[in-house]
């Protein structure tokens, strides 16, 4: 079963911009478009428990703004200390003007031993 939820028209989010939706989900989720994909992850960081909306945007890298906590939003992985855990993503749809995105936790399986749709990188 699916959590889709509308977030609208989202055509105008550029290259290397980010929106916040702080209403879904527990901590809410950032929607960056990177090479030329909306990506969506949740807006908190896994190592300071920080939202990562009010950080940088480089490339696909989202920085958290209070240690610099790197996330890869193409996949949520961390990329080194201090952070030692990724961030969950979900699926983005973009058709016709209208954005949805799924906030249904991954799937588990005998590899992913994280919780909460997190991707465990270390």
């Known amino acids: 079963m699916s959590d889709l939820h509308d977030l609208g028209d989202l055509s105008d989010l550029d290259e290397g911009e980010m929106r916040t939706f702080p209403d879904l989900g527990e901590f809410g989720i950032v929607v960056c478009r990177v090479e030329g994909e909306l990506r969506a992850v949740i807006d908190n960081c896994s190592h300071a428990d920080r939202r990562l909306s009010e950080g940088r945007l480089r ?64």
């Open 59 to 122: 490339g696909p890298m989202l920085i958290c703004p209070l240690h610099g906590a790197q996330f890869d939003v193409r996949d949520g992985s961390h990329q080194g200390p201090p952070a030692w855990e990724g961030i969950a993503c979900y699926r983005v749809d973009e058709c016709d003007g209208t954005t949805t995105v799924d906030l249904t936790p991954p799937e588990r399986d005998s590899t992913n031993s994280d919780v909460g749709g997190r991707f465990r990188t270390r």
